[in-house]
């Protein structure tokens, strides 16, 4: 995206060298030329503004608003590109005194004052940023202000207050809105920009790190004997209290019905961390690796849930038709029981050997 500078930022620039821009400065307040001043030395040395890392274009229809994302991720819409969007001069607005305080030019007009919410001008406090490769600076506002601005703009048409010269804005207001509506402006903003990627690969990270920790703790119990106790119950098997070796398929099923039932890239993640050995065995039990404050607690309320449905089930068919109520997904299991159940059963027997070949992760 190529913005140039806005027409106000270039005058500074230049009103200093040129004798129109010095009697131009003659007519201004010495605090006016202060701040131009102030400005046009930013411009040139400061290196504090922030650098867009991510850019585009928001088109609906005709409309074009140009946006960025700054290394804060902070979602910024092009002041200039608003302004055309709305249908607005770029000067528009009424002048006001040198007290008042200045505000964005696309709610700078008296009528729009008493439909403005509360707060939405300090919302509005301009953004300077520069583009890639942009010696200019450029000037913006935070992405998510723009819904409230139009909803300015058709409180206002509504109520009957708007200038000829505002229609068209209402008009466009109306436009952009129904857009908005139909996606978020957020996401707007990082489809256009490219963002959207980098920002589901942070959410993931974030995630990740909020259960899953490299590090791993000591060894406790976090599966209660009564958990062993009713699934050995349900598959007719004979439970000895203490006992700490289970069959093989008692890992295919803490998978199915605990870990996946975690966040579902959290499973993918444990594995990772905690792979097989050459022996087919992993060196550590999963749950060493989930933090103790999200993690655990999560797996611990899987882990009540799921006994819970074990104590009231009689055997384990009524087990997996409660949990499939209570978590309603197909999984591979169930989609081949789905086969299976055309043929009298016959076929159970089999996927269940089948199935139940993987190692332990328990």
Not at 106 to 134: K, M, V, W
């Amino acid at each position: 995206m190529a913005e140039e500078g806005s027409r106000e930022e270039k005058d500074e620039a230049l009103f200093d060298a040129s004798e129109g821009g010095k009697a131009r400065a003659r007519k201004l307040s010495p605090e006016r030329r202060r701040e131009i001043a102030q400005r046009a030395a930013e411009s040139r040395w400061d290196n504090t503004i922030p650098r867009a890392t991510y850019t585009g274009a928001i088109i609906i229809g005709e409309r074009r608003i140009e946006c960025a994302v700054l290394p804060d991720g902070t979602r910024v819409l092009s002041q200039g590109t608003v302004m055309a969007a709305l249908d607005r001069a770029t000067k528009s607005g009424v002048r006001r005194n040198a007290d008042t305080p200045r505000r964005a030019p696309f709610l700078n007009a008296n009528n729009l004052d008493t439909f403005t919410p509360e707060g939405l001008h300090s919302d509005l406090e301009p953004i300077r940023y520069r583009l890639p490769n942009q010696r200019f600076i450029s000037t913006g506002y935070r992405a998510e202000t723009l819904p409230k601005v139009l909803e300015v703009y058709l409180a206002a048409r509504q109520a009957g207050v708007l200038q000829d010269s505002q229609l068209g804005a209402a008009q466009a207001a109306e436009v952009l809105m129904r857009s908005f509506a139909q996606v978020g402006i957020t996401a707007l903003v990082d489809e256009a920009t490219g963002y959207q990627e980098v920002r589901a690969r942070d959410e993931l990270q974030q995630l990740l790190s909020t259960y899953v920790s490299e590090m791993f703790r000591p060894w406790v119990a976090v599966f209660p004997n009564e958990f062993f106790r009713e699934l050995y119950r349900l598959y007719g098997w004979d439970y000895k209290e203490g006992k700490t070796k289970h069959p093989q398929y008692i890992g295919k099923f803490i998978n199915d019905h605990i870990y996946k039932h975690l966040p579902e890239p959290v499973l993918g993640e444990l594995q990772r961390l905690n792979p097989r050995r050459d022996s087919g065995h992993r060196a550590r039990k999963h749950h060493q690796h989930l933090t103790v404050d999200t993690g655990i607690e999560h797996l611990d309320k899987q882990i009540v849930t799921v006994v819970t449905l074990l104590q009231v089930s009689d055997d384990i068919d009524q087990f997996r038709q409660l949990f499939d109520r209570r978590f309603p997904h197909q999984s591979p299991r169930q989609a081949l029981r789905v086969v299976a159940s055309d043929t009298q059963g016959v076929l159970t027997d089999f996927i269940d050997d089948w199935l139940d070949t993987d190692k332990s992760d328990d």
